[in-house]
């Protein structure tokens, strides 16, 4: 028997987001954000029809879900700030509704123990923001900084972890390269662009909670994805890996920990002639304002091998004429989402953490499983024997208790999620959470097998196997 004892302080909780969580009433006074206008125009690009206003209903029942929380032993947990729901035209009037809710929110999560960690951007543009141009428009940024500082005073008083973004290379990736998030485009010169405004955005943030004198920490999620070679005695391979680390991991881990973008990636996107546009100022903004604390997001790694196949121009420069995607054979994976599942690679992000950023403070801040059709896993008392999420956070907390005990400074560990949420265009495909959501009848909750299993985790400070 080995034990996995974490520190008495460490953070044990989920995240979540405003979006995939609140639902929408009349009366609430919420505006439109992107994912209202894309699924209003387009509903059949959701899975079962199933759109952002139909989600778990935290809206109503937050005071449920917390107690729950508390039930499945969380000390800390994540959501975002919706800002179509604060300030339903992007900028302007505040919505006097989604302060009484957020502040209620907040106090409630207080009340109970539970630390409320604070999200502002969850890929969640407000429409009008959107169709101006969204993060292509430098006014976007302007928006952003003023919704943050909205924010910080009106809530700052009792949250002390705020977080500029979550993955803000999603809406560069999704939106803007690879067409699974609105607007659907193709090009490398517009995601960049969305990218060095994401980065600016965040570090204007940081700069106006500083000025205004709060006194928590103040951070940037991100979504990182180790980059394996093919073949590690391959020098092609290697610098096929490197180059997508580039683009996809330091593009936003360097402006944000270290305050500079990496040389080596602006002398390919120079290359590719898709430098963005700014204004020599901002790269002391960006300098002058790094981040107090990283939470990493981690799912799955990449995989890559020297590029083989021959350049696709067809929607210009992507970062794909670098190297190939590649396929390793004896690959573990969740079929339900498509996504390998590889453990080790949560240590050897830590580890890049602690060796190349010097030991930055960080958290996993998102980490979990999607199952599709869990119900047929329910027992006779209505809960879900969900073993399989059970094995999946054990295996990776092994990796996460090495990394601890080789110097890594990670401060917790937050599951995605904690009652099953919507996940965009896959709606309520499949299922992450602690806590089970019955959709058919009346959104009632009934935590899972993991969730009783990750009281004792937390209570015990780890676990024994
Ligand atoms: C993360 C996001 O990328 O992964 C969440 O922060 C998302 O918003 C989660 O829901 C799981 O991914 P998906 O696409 O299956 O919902």
Redesign the pocket.
């Known amino acids: 028997m080995t034990a996995y004892n974490f520190p008495q302080d460490f953070w044990w909780g989920s995240a979540a987001?405003g979006p995939?969580t609140e639902g929408r009433l009349p009366g609430d006074g919420k505006g439109d954000n992107v994912w209202d206008h894309w699924f209003q125009a387009a509903p059949e690009k959701f899975f079962d029809g199933i759109g952002p206003g139909q989600t778990s209903q935290v809206y109503t029942k937050f005071r449920e879900d917390v107690a729950l929380m508390k039930a499945t032993g969380h000390n800390s947990f994540r959501t975002s700030i919706q800002w179509s729901r604060l300030l339903p035209k992007g900028t302007g009037a505040v919505n006097p509704e989604a302060v009484k809710f957020y502040n209620a929110y907040i106090d409630e999560l207080l009340a109970q123990g539970i630390e409320p960690f604070i999200n502002l951007h969850?890929?969640d543009l407000p429409w009008s923001l959107q169709a101006a141009g969204g993060w292509l428009n430098r006014e976007t940024v302007e928006a952003y900084v003023e919704f943050a500082k909205t924010c910080f005073t009106l809530f700052g008083d009792r949250v002390k972890k705020w977080f500029t973004f979550?993955?803000p290379i999603?809406p560069v990736e999704a939106g803007y390269l690879y067409q699974f998030h609105y607007p659907l485009h193709t090009s490398l010169k517009e995601a960049v662009q969305v990218g060095f405004h994401e980065c600016l955005a965040s570090a204007l943030a940081v700069a106006a909670y500083r000025e205004l004198k709060q006194d928590g920490e103040i951070g940037v999620i991100l979504?990182l994805s180790p980059s394996y070679p093919r073949d590690e005695n391959n020098p092609a391979d290697c610098q096929a890996a490197h180059r997508a680390n580039l683009y996809f991991n330091r593009s936003f881990l360097d402006p944000a920990l270290k305050g500079s973008f990496p040389p080596e990636l602006i002398a390919l996107l120079k290359e590719q002639d898709c430098l963005p546009v700014y204004r020599a100022t901002d790269l002391t903004t960006i300098k002058d304002n790094t981040i107090d604390l990283l939470g990493v997001?981690y799912?799955q790694p990449r995989r890559v091998k020297a590029k083989e196949t021959p350049l696709d121009h067809s929607h210009g420069p992507m970062p794909e004429d670098y190297f190939d995607v590649y396929d390793w054979p004896a690959k573990k994976i969740n079929p339900y989402?498509g996504w390998e599942i590889y453990e080790k690679g949560l240590y050897d992000l830590l580890i890049d953490v602690r060796d190349n950023y010097d030991n930055f403070p960080c958290f996993i801040s998102?980490n979990?499983m999607?199952v599709e059709g869990e119900a047929r896993y329910r027992n006779a008392d209505g809960v879900i024997e969900d073993d399989y999420r059970i094995t999946f956070i054990k295996d990776h907390l092994r990796y996460l208790h090495q990394a601890l005990a080789e110097g890594c400074k990670v401060r917790g560990y937050h599951v995605?999620t904690c009652v099953d949420n919507w996940?965009?265009t896959?709606a309520y495909k499949?299922r992450?959470g602690l806590i089970s959501v019955d959709l058919e009848h009346d959104a009632s909750r009934t935590i899972k097998k993991s969730g009783h299993w990750f009281k004792q985790l937390a209570e015990e400070h780890g676990f024994t196997d």
Do not use: D, I, P
Request: hydrophobic fraction near 20%; charged fraction near 15%.
């Open positions: 987001s995939q969850h890929f979550n993955e999603v979504n997001n799912y989402r998102e979990g999607g995605w996940s965009w896959n499949n992450y």
